[in-house]
């Protein structure tokens, strides 16, 4: 997380997140992780801003990404939606996609970024314009690097539980 692709990321939620805080702030409820695909459920208004205090597993939980991924090591995140989050394995095989034009360089680069801009590169035979598009305006940078750090050493049969 040194580099400084990933910085800019950074300070753009940090200055994202001030304005949500600012103009936005209302009383939010917990995301819904019912139905089949969850889209109609999860919408800015539905998900808490994360200040990144959380464990990791609520951070995700709570920003709903279980609606759609599965995840090693979170209860209930079994989504089906998009791929699995098991980057430890796929990750150094979306840098060498030859479809990747993204800005990506490492495996955490290319989850940020994918978190961040969701549009950066559609992992193939999964749906576009489906991941949220607006998780830059509640997540905190912290809750951004623990998703990071996390997410990149599942691999199918992990589940490393880290915070
Ligand atoms: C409404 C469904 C939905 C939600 C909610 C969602 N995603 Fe996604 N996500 C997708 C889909 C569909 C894709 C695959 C298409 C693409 O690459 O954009 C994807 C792709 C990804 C990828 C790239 C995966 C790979 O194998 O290359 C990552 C990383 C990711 N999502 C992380 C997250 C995180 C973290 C959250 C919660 C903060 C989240 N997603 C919430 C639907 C969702």
């Known amino acids: 997380m040194s580099?400084?692709?990933?910085?800019?990321?950074?300070?753009?939620?940090?200055g994202l997140?001030?304005?949500?805080?600012?103009?936005?702030?209302a009383p939010l409820p917990a995301p819904s992780t019912s139905g089949d695909s969850g889209q109609a459920a999860l919408s800015p208004g539905t998900v808490?801003?994360?200040t990144g205090e959380e464990p990791v597993e609520v951070i995700l939980t709570r920003a709903g990404c279980p609606?759609?991924?599965?995840?090693?090591?979170?209860?209930?995140?079994?989504?089906?939606?998009?791929?699995?989050?098991?980057?430890?394995?796929?990750?150094?095989a979306r840098l060498?996609?030859?479809?990747?034009h993204g800005s990506a360089t490492t495996i955490a680069e290319y989850i940020a970024e994918s978190i961040m801009d969701p549009g950066a590169f559609v992992v193939s035979g999964y749906p576009?314009?489906?991941?949220?598009?607006?998780?830059?305006?509640?997540?905190?940078?912290?809750?951004?690097?623990?998703?990071?750090?996390?997410?990149?050493?599942?691999?199918?049969?992990?589940?490393?539980?880290?915070?």
């Open 17 to 25: 997140g001030l304005i949500w805080t600012l103009f936005v702030r």
């Open 3 to 14: 580099d400084r692709t990933v910085s800019a990321l950074i300070v753009a939620v940090i």
């Open 96 to 100: 060498k996609d030859p479809s990747y």
């Open 67 to 92: 609606v759609c991924h599965t995840i090693p090591g979170v209860t209930g995140a079994n989504g089906k939606v998009g791929p699995p989050l098991i980057l430890g394995r796929t990750g150094e």
């Open 128 to 163: 576009s314009a489906t991941m949220p598009t607006w998780y830059g305006t509640k997540l905190s940078a912290l809750a951004l690097e623990k998703i990071v750090s996390y997410l990149e050493r599942q691999t199918e049969e992990s589940g490393v539980s880290g915070k």
């Open 48 to 50: 808490p801003l994360v």
